[in-house]
């Protein structure tokens, strides 16, 4: 896990204090440790870990009762596994909103213009696994597209997808705007119109063992602030 510190201003959160661990999607990465930075400004004495993964893999683990105080899914359908086993404490909510696009090298060499593309002969493409978000609404694109393609690999949560595309082992990657913004100069995003049908939402929630279930409540009130709003706009997350 990794430990945030320093940060800008911000408004202070009432009750939080201690250490606050989150279990966070993978794609939520740069957004969350910026925000948990912070948070941590705001907050004189707090300590914000993450655990960052693929939000089907944090949820089987919050489940078989890991030690965290708030879980943040990259989708709705990962969270039901927590709230349906009656781990969380209170309702999730949505406070962010994420859609693909899909990820290839710098300039675009191989000329992917749309998610027909990626079923060319020769034409290499990862994808995240099924149960993981990101490949939950890869497929619904790719159905609404009436595309068929077979992938190289299917990864357990975005951040390894768009790896296989920066280091040169794939052409082309399926990946949430976000990470493709914030991977920079090393890919370049093609957006597509069947992403709209496949939009995630982000919900967040106090989990119901929290060990420290104040500093949780605070930090879930700070993710949804205009401050932390900023940085996940920023990011190119969407509203919820």
Known sequence: MASCSGGGAAPEQDGAGGRVTVFAAASLTESFTRIGKDFEAANPGTT??????????????????????????????????????????????????????????PGNPRGVRGLAD???????????????????????????????????????????????????????????????????SEVTAVEFPESAGAVNDYPVVVLADAPNAAGARAFVDYVRSEPARAVLAEAGFQAP
């Open 48 to 105: 914000v870990g993450f655990n960052f993964a693929g939000s089907s893999a944090l949820a089987t683990q919050i489940n078989q009762g890991a030690p965290a105080d708030v879980f943040a899914a990259a989708a709705t359908r990962n969270m039901a596994t927590v709230t349906e086993a009656g781990n969380a404490d209170g309702e999730p909510v949505v406070f962010a909103r994420n859609q693909l696009v899909v990820a290839v090298a």
């Open 118 to 184: 990626l079923a060319r002969p020769g034409l290499k493409v990862a994808l995240c696994a099924e149960q993981v978000p990101c490949g939950a609404a890869a497929r619904t694109a790719l159905d609404a597209a009436s595309v068929t393609l077979t992938p190289v690999t299917l990864e357990q949560d975005v951040k390894g997808a768009l790896s296989k595309v920066t280091l040169g082992e794939v052409d082309a990657a399926l990946v949430y705007r976000t990470d493709a913004r914030a991977a920079g």
